[in-house]
């Protein structure tokens, strides 16, 4: 089987586009008057995403020779943000083991990372009456609430939860989108529950800040924001998510990182819905105070984007 060959020809998608139009005026722009500084970066940004994906390759070129093994490779492809080339990957295993509720949970995950939301929906739907029936519950959520509905992502959520009880990042999902949906007080418990089963959650850690802030308690989100030395981007991204929402406004955050660069979780960006594995195949999200230069990111805020999750 040549990986090698379907690798090369995947790139990898930017998964938050807040406005296509705003993003294709700016592109023309850089492009009309780039300068060897900005080609340079650009050239760099390549090399970065050529090596991610050769990384991707060397480790295709390892022994498949099982199901688990493939299945494995295939997670960790889309772990680096590789999530073209992992639906080539999710082909090919298909095409020898057959379709199973984890390949259809890869598939799922990579043709919403990849913005084909309709295909994605079918893809979860399938999930239903499998072991794996709360992540396709979990993942119609995401979809949900990329579409605004956040009532009706809170509902998927709340079902995805049961299969789930104890997945932190799930919880704080559900947390986010109750506050989009209007469903403050309802918020706590589940933002609350999340941060106590993971402190070291990023995304635990400003979701809860988000709900003190919401809630008028500036003082206790300061005191955890300092506790967990967020970053002053992320401190006014968070106040300024508050400060919208009570005007009734949309909320997002960050751009993603460069091209180049694999989306590792403590590099996941706060204020988001962020998909996570399901129940037995949990994703790991580190805290942003294991990792400063992530930390240090720009977070803005933008119109909504909901995504990518995940791992």
Known sequence: MNIHALTKLTHRPNSFIPTRAAICLTTLA????ASPKDQYAASADAQQRMAAEASADTKAGTSVDTKETYLKLVEQMQRE???FASLAHIDALEQRWGVSPESTRLRADALRQTEQA????KAYRRLMGTPLEGAGYRGLGLLAGARS?????????????RHAPTDALLLSDLGYA????????EA???????LQLRPDSAQAQANLALYLELTNQQEQAAAMMDANRMSPAARSAVKEAAQQLRRGGTVAITPPPS??????????PPLVLKASRSSNLIGVRTAIQSNPAANASSTTLSPISISRGTP
Not at 118 to 121: F, G, H, I, K, V
Not at 149 to 161: G, I, R, S, T
Not at 178 to 185: E, F, I, K, V, Y
Request: aromatic share 4%; glycine share 6%.
């Open 30 to 33: 850089i492009l009309g008057c």
């Open 81 to 83: 943000n590789l999530w």
């Open 118 to 121: 309709a295909q994605s929906e």
């Open 149 to 161: 509905n956040y009532a009706e992502a809170v509902l998927l959520l709340k079902q995805a939860q």
């Open 178 to 185: 109750q506050l989009r949906s209007g469903s403050t007080d």
């Open 188 to 194: 706590r418990l589940p933002l609350m529950q999340a």
């Open 259 to 268: 091209a180049g660069t694999p989306v590792r979780d403590e590099v996941a």
